[in-house]
């Protein structure tokens, strides 16, 4: 363990110095793990991910590192590390803080990343509180992490979010906007937007459908066949 702590220590002081060009330092992070998880595979006991967890933590939450970094190390942690609900918890906590950094007055707590419900109040309250499509984005790169969490669904969630980016046009044509180059907005988002859409104007469904591509294109040119 020490020879590890060591290596690991090293990297991180490394990272905290370099923080403009961190590639380097990560890279050297992301090696220790990489081998402290496969000593564990091999069934190892000499170090386990606890221990490299405890050492890192406090990096992915120290603002001294930048954003960027910090997220950086997280992803590194998720990509090697077999996480228990807490540790998982706690990765979605520091990445939703680092996400929110210097946007909202709303600082994320356990609490809030822990529940369905505490996702749905916290995200219900930024959502109140954005005022700029820059702050609109946040959320939803906050809704994309969070979407990587398979036990929170968050649709519902994107859908608020969709309307609200829509502001900055009206009606049909903001939420066709707020959706072009949005790769990631989940099927069933499109499908719920497009429903409403499509209840109001065919064409506006039919733009919606272009856009979005995919079940809700299909869907679209089906329903045009019926017209």
């Known amino acids: 363990m020490c ?18 060009e961190p590639q380097d330092a990560l890279c050297k992070i992301e090696t220790v793990i990489s081998s402290v998880r496969q000593h564990e595979q091999e069934s190892g006991r000499l170090v386990s991910s606890g221990q490299v967890l405890a050492i890192i933590r406090p990096h992915c939450s120290d603002s001294s590192h930048t954003v960027d970094t910090r ?10 590390l077999t996480l228990s609900e807490d540790d998982l918890n706690l990765l979605i906590l520091y990445q939703t803080q680092a996400i929110l950094l210097n946007q909202f007055a709303v600082e994320a707590t356990l609490e809030h990343v822990s529940s ?20 609109l984005q946040v959320l939803e790169c906050l809704l994309e992490t969070w979407g990587e969490d398979s036990r929170f669904p968050v649709q519902e969630s994107w859908c608020e979010l969709m309307e609200a980016m829509s502001s900055v046009a009206e009606g ?25 859409l499509s209840s109001g104007s065919v ?3 039919l733009k919606y459908s272009l856009v979005a591509g995919g079940v809700v294109m299909k869907k679209s040119l089906e329903q045009l066949q019926q017209v």
């Open 3 to 20: 020879l590890v702590q060591e290596a690991l220590s090293h990297a991180l002081e490394e990272l905290r110095h370099t923080d403009s």
């Open 71 to 80: 997220r950086a190390l997280l992803h590194i942690i998720e990509k090697h």
């Open 116 to 135: 369905a419900q505490g996702r749905t109040a916290l995200f219900t309250t930024l959502l109140r509180q954005a005022s700029t499509l820059d702050q």
């Open 172 to 196: 049909a044509t903001g939420v066709i906007l707020a959706r072009a180059g949005r790769s990631h907005v989940p099927e069933e988002v499109d499908e719920a937007i497009w429903h409403k």
């Open 203 to 205: 064409v506006d469904g």
